[in-house]
């Protein structure tokens, strides 16, 4: 059974910064999509950062600029490095991983974090 723990989120003022971390367990063989999502009080869960295997990493465009993804493929852990951070940032990120083929199950499977809170305020 493929688990993702993410860890990092807080309250930080604004132009703070925050790290956040994702990492997966649980037998796996390959990962081919790694990415960030948020989710706003009473809006959707809309894509911050995320790549693919041998692509380069797409960011929301809100967040260009500001905050950088990156992948540690050897502990299948996720990063997202947040800086110069706004109220609008605030809300629940969530960590995906998309077509993880792992010993547990014969087809590949998309996982999700249970999530983690950032608060941006002063």
């Known amino acids: 059974q493929v688990q993702l723990v993410e860890s990092g989120g807080g309250l930080v003022q604004p132009g703070g910064s925050l790290r956040l971390s994702c990492a997966a367990s649980?037998?796996?063989?390959?990962?081919?999509?790694m990415a960030w999502y948020r989710q706003a009080p009473g809006k959707q869960r809309e894509l911050v950062a995320g790549?693919?295997?041998?692509?380069?990493?797409h960011y929301a465009d809100s967040v260009k600029g500001r905050f950088t993804i990156s992948r540690d493929s050897t502990n299948n852990t996720v990063y997202l490095q947040m800086n110069s951070l706004k109220p609008d940032d605030t809300g629940v990120y969530y960590c995906?991983?998309?077509?993880?083929?792992?010993?547990?199950?014969?087809?590949?499977?998309?996982?999700w974090g249970q999530g983690t809170q950032v608060t941006v305020s002063s």
């Open positions: 649980g037998s796996i063989t390959s990962i081919y999509a």
């Open positions: 995906y991983t998309g077509r993880v083929y792992s010993s547990g199950s014969p087809t590949p499977l998309d996982y």
């Open positions: 790549f693919t295997s041998g692509s380069s990493p």
